[in-house]
Every structure is written in C-alpha cells, then in structure tokens.
C-alpha cells in the first residue's frame, strides 16, 4: 500500500481534502450513486428504467443523486423534445472511466460474501 506523504490540499465543492480517496467518495459516496453508475455502465437508461431497479428510493432522491452526476460531468441527461417527455441518462468520457473500480468494487463484494460465510 502507498502511503500519502503529499501536502497538497484538494479542492470539491469548496472543501478540502487531503486523500484522492477522500474525493472520490465525496463524488461517487451517495447511497445510490455507485449503482446508478453500475447500471449505466451497461446500458444508457430512462428515467423510469432506473425508478424500476432502484425500488427502495424515493422519485426525489434518485433525480438528486442523478443531478449531482451530472454535476460531476459522470453523467449525461438527455432530454427529447416530445409528449410524454423522454429523458435518458448515460454515462460520459468521464463517467467510463469509473468502471474499472466499479468492476473492482463488485468483486470484492463477491469475495468478502464467499469469504464470510465460509
């Protein structure tokens, strides 16, 4: 393991941080967020495709954890000029480049689950 003997302060939101690892669960950290960016990693997906998988949340709380993505430049919204309104949700350059530690992320939980109950 490296060890972070590096001063610099990093700047999000106008908070400083000290770790990368810090930032990246201040971007990524929502209870929601590395799912929502799970399932668009496969897949671009509506609005209520994502209200489909994610039944436990609230219509509000998925559109901000969406909202703060997109912020984040994670996520693209796209939103097409019709009636029923149609909006779709991918993930950007930036966005892509989170799937390899979600893939990571995924299988460690495999691991610690085998690993538990073994």
């Not at 972070?4 to 770790?19: D, F, V």
């Not at 799970?38 to 909202?67: C, G, I, P, V, Y």
């Not at 779709?88 to 992320?105: A, F, Q, V």
């Amino acid at each position: 393991m490296q060890k972070n003997t590096s001063t610099e302060i990093l700047i999000y939101r106008e908070k400083e941080y000290k770790c990368g690892i810090d930032v990246t669960l201040a971007v990524v950290g929502g209870k929601w967020k590395a799912s929502i960016l799970w399932h668009l990693a496969q897949e671009t997906l509506r609005f209520s495709d994502l209200q489909r998988l994610f039944t436990n949340t609230t219509r509000k709380m998925l559109t901000q954890q969406l909202r703060e993505l997109e912020a984040d430049g994670l996520v693209h919204r796209e939103v097409y000029p019709q009636v029923p309104p149609k909006v779709e949700y991918s993930l950007t350059g930036k966005g892509t480049t989170i799937i390899p530690m979600l893939n990571m992320m995924c299988e460690w939980g495999y691991g610690y689950l085998q690993d538990a109950s073994e």
